[in-house]
Structure formats: structure tokens, C-alpha cells
């Protein structure tokens, strides 16, 4: 039997256990299971369970063969309510969804399971993963463990919360407007938003949607890239999906590869940030010179982000969300109908000026990477905020036009069709995480995780989570 220990321990090293027979997969199960009962109830990250279908997969991976058990050998993994997982209550945060129990998982969730992946939970996301803050009229506000009257981010912030908490050891979540890097950032955490197509999912309303992707979670490089391998590779369902690299992430995490030269940007030249964050942020990316690497303050030209991000979301949510809009409209919150009817309001114009802004920064991008190795930023723009707050309505003095604005250093980041993560780089005077998003070229995970990894060992954080939910000081 495993001991409750276990939770404060890597997830390659439960792994490791887990293939050498120290512990089961059912072992694993009994421990988040205490550990869920014992501080969910103080941040609410994981509403739904589902034990009983675990212990069932659990026991039938068990009669395998430990080398036959796929990648995460039988490690448990939640997955975010926006996702389907078969027979398991799946809302997306919405009352419209309520009752929803899915026949088939979608195929992202296949693939983890067949790597040998154990799905006890699904985490908590705002409606249909609107706005960067995670509640819901079905389960209610999720908070913020360092400091439970905070808000957690979104739209990933179950998954987040879930990890920083030792209620997972690796988590699933999305990413459109900055959902994996976010509450990655608010909670201490990190998340790494994928290349388009790297992570294969089932295609919904479009087969070539892509400013949403799904990712992988956890509380050190390392885990992520363990996930991140698990998560991989390409599907015939998914067009757009890629075929699996000859070298792990997880080696590329592990190899020692320095970037020779690093952006650091404060803002992007798009947003205001707050001077807290700039400070603790701009420092963590220096530390870079400690292992004999060029730091220099540089950016990409990203000036249309703010238009071309608010028309492409708005057409997205346009294709994927107007049924609902005319059949269910009394049931979605204020911000979904607004970002439905902004869609339905564009002009063909109106898409051809965001597409074309959006070709144009990414090409932009990859010139600035011919230059720099890594663009460094931060991921959000302020510390985590009071958790009764549904956004950010403005910093350092600057009020913001809707309640995704202040997003634009990550959805930016999106944009260009860049991977990027969330790294934690320090905390404020008050105790509160952090995040430094670190960026790469399109397809270039493999250099993230390495620097990510570099970064990580130099700025001494790693395992300083999971942590109890603490109240407000």
C-alpha cells in the first residue's frame, strides 16, 4: 500500500515505482482518493469522479504484463470537463450539459489511456472554457490554493489547482487564450501550450479549428514532458494531427541543450502589465546569463494581436456555439452570447483582415526566432486576483474594452502558432506564484523543454508544490 507521502513525489519517479511494482495503480487511486477527501472541499478543482470506472481500468491494465502498461503505466490523470471521457459526467461548465454522460471518449483521451493512463477525475473549467477565471453555474468557483480567496485562472484551473494541491501528479487541460499557461502561472504550476496538431483530439464543429489545442500539466518540466510524450502523435480522425519524433520529450527535457540567445520582453509592446510581475519576471529571464546565456530585451511585431485574436475567437465561438445561442440562450453566461453574437455579427472582410494579420505575425515570429532561441514574457499580467472577480477590468491604470483583453500576452502567443509554457519564477510580496511564459518556434517543444528545464534548475522552485489550501493572511 502506498503511503500519502507519495503525492509530494515526481511523476517520473511514481512511474518508476509503478514499473517496478512498488506501488499499483489501485495503490495510487486509494491515495488521491484520501487526498481529494481531504482538500477538495477547500478548492473545489476536481466536481466530478469517477473511481469506480478507474479501479476498473486500473485492475484490467494489471493483468498486463508491466512492460505491456504504456508510457504512464498506470499513473492516474484528470481530465478537463471540456473533454469527453465515456460514461463520466462531461458539462464543459455548462447548465446546458448538466446531465451529459458521453458514449465515446474523445480520442486525446483514448491515446492517454492507451499509454497506460488511469482517468479518476474530471477537473473544473469555466462555460465551455470562456474567460480565464474557473467557475460555473454547475460546480460553482474553484480557488486558488496559495490563497483561497484568489482566483485560480482558467480555463484549465481545475487541472492546475488539482496538481498544486497533490490531488494529480500530471493533468490534461486546452489552450485558446492562454487556458494551460494561465492557472499554470496563478497556481504555481506548469502548463505547456503544444503545437498545433502536436496532441490529436476529436475534431467539433470545424476539422481544422486550431487556436485551441489540448496540453499537458504538472509541477515540473520534467512531468510535463513524461505527459506530453503520453499525449502525443498523430490520429487519422484529427487531419491536422503530427506523427510521433524520434526522440522523447522527455529525453529533450533531460539532454542539457542551452539556447544560446533569449528574448525578454516585459509586455509584448501590446499590454500593460503590472510592475510587480515585470520585476519578479524580468528578473527570473536574467538568471539565464548564470549558465552563459545572452539575455536581451527584444520582441516580435505584434500589433494586430488585440483585433485579430477579438475576430477569429469571436468567429470560433460563431461556428462552434450559435445552435446553442438560438435554441439554449437563457442558459449561457453573459460573456459566451456576447462572444457568439460578435461572431455572428462579422463580415468576410472583417475574417480576411484577421487572417491576414494573423499569417503576417506569425511569419514575423519566425524571423524573430532566427534571431533568439526563446522569447521569455510574462504569462499573466498580474498576480492572482480576488476570486469574485468574473476578470481583469484593468492594471496599471488601463481599462480593458471586454473581459478577454487582458489575456493578450498569451493569446498573442497563440497567434503566431508558437508553443510556449508557464514556468514558475517566484512569487509576490504577498506569497502568490508567478508564471514566465516561455516561447519557442512552431514544432519546437523539444527546445522549450530543455531551456524550460535549464531555467527550472537554476531558479532552485521545483517542489514547492503541492501544497495545503491556504485561507487569505
Known amino acids: 500500500m502506498a503511503e500519502q507521502g507519495v503525492i509530494h513525489e515526481t511523476a517520473c519517479a511514481v512511474v518508476e515505482k509503478l514499473r517496478s511494482g512498488e506501488v499499483t495503480p489501485l495503490d495510487l487511486l486509494d491515495v488521491l482518493e484520501q487526498r481529494i477527501a481531504e482538500v477538495d472541499g477547500k478548492v473545489n478543482a476536481l466536481p466530478t469522479l469517477c473511481f469506480d470506472r478507474a479501479r476498473d481500468r486500473a485492475k484490467a491494465l494489471m493483468k498486463k504484463p508491466v512492460g505491456e502498461r504504456g508510457l504512464l503505466a498506470g499513473l492516474p490523470v484528470p481530465i478537463k470537463d471540456l473533454t469527453n471521457v465515456e460514461g463520466v459526467l462531461t458539462t464543459q461548465g455548462s447548465p446546458i450539459y448538466r446531465d451529459n454522460i458521453p458514449a465515446r471518449s474523445d480520442i486525446l483521451v483514448e491515446r492517454l489511456e492507451d499509454n497506460g493512463a488511469v482517468i479518476y477525475a474530471k477537473s473544473n473549467t469555466p462555460e465551455f472554457g470562456a474567460g480565464a477565471n474557473t467557475f460555473n453555474e454547475v460546480f460553482g468557483a474553484t480557488r486558488n490554493p496559495w490563497d483561497t480567496s484568489r482566483s485560480a485562472a482558467g480555463s484549465s484551473g481545475g487541472a492546475a489547482v488539482a496538481l498544486a ?7 490534461h487541460g486546452s489552450d485558446m487564450g492562454g487556458s494551460l499557461r ?5 497556481c504555481g504550476i506548469v502548463g505547456l501550450r503544444p503545437s498545433i496538431g502536436r496532441v490529436a483530439h476529436t475534431p467539433v464543429a470545424a476539422i481544422d479549428r486550431n487556436l485551441g489545442v489540448q496540453g499537458p500539466m504538472a509541477r515540473n518540466v520534467e512531468d510535463l514532458a513524461l505527459l506530453l510524450d503520453a499525449m502525443s502523435g498523430e490520429h487519422p480522425a484529427d487531419p491536422l494531427s503530427l506523427p510521433l519524433l524520434p526522440a522523447s520529450f522527455l529525453s529533450a527535457a533531460r539532454s542539457g541543450k542551452k539556447p544560446k540567445r533569449v528574448a525578454y520582453s516585459p509586455d509584448l509592446g501590446i499590454t500593460p502589465v503590472d510592475p510587480e510581475v515585470v520585476a519578479i519576471t524580468r528578473k527570473a529571464a536574467q538568471r539565464f546569463a548564470e549558465a552563459g546565456i545572452i539575455v536581451e530585451e527584444a ?3 505584434l500589433r494586430e494581436a488585440h483585433e485579430c485574436f477579438h475576430v477569429l475567437r469571436a468567429f470560433d465561438f460563431a461556428l462552434s456555439k ?14 459566451v452570447i456576447w462572444n457568439i453574437e460578435e461572431g455572428l455579427k462579422l463580415t468576410v472582410e472583417q475574417i480576411e483582415r484577421a487572417e491576414a494579420q494573423r499569417v503576417a505575425m506569425a511569419a514575423r515570429m519566425l524571423e524573430f526566432f532566427k534571431t533568439y532561441d526563446l522569447l521569455l514574457a510574462p504569462a499573466t499580467i498580474v498576480a492572482p486576483f480576488p476570486v469574485e472577480n468574473r476578470y481583469v477590468a484593468e492594471c496599471a491604470g488601463r481599462k480593458f474594452d471586454n473581459y478577454v483583453e487582458w489575456l493578450g500576452i498569451v493569446y498573442a502567443i497563440t497567434l503566431t502558432c508558437a508553443t510556449a509554457l508557464s514556468l514558475p519564477c517566484g512569487f509576490t510580496a504577498s506569497g502568490l506564484p508567478v508564471g514566465l511564459q516561455m516561447v519557442a518556434p512552431p514544432r519546437g517543444e523539444a527546445q522549450l523543454l530543455s531551456g524550460a528545464r535549464l531555467l527550472e534548475d537554476i531558479l532552485g522552485l521545483r517542489g514547492t508544490t503541492p501544497i495545503d489550501p491556504r485561507s487569505a493572511k
Do not use: I
Not at 182 to 186: I, L, Q, Y
Not at 323 to 333: N, Q, T, V
Open 182 to 186: 494561465n492557472p499554470a502561472s496563478f
Open 322 to 335: 450559435a445552435a446553442l445561442l438560438r435554441g439554449k440562450r437563457d442558459l449561457l453566461k453573459p460573456e
Open 299 to 301: 520582441h516580435p511585431d
Open 165 to 171: 494541491t497533490g490531488m494529480a501528479w500530471l493533468a
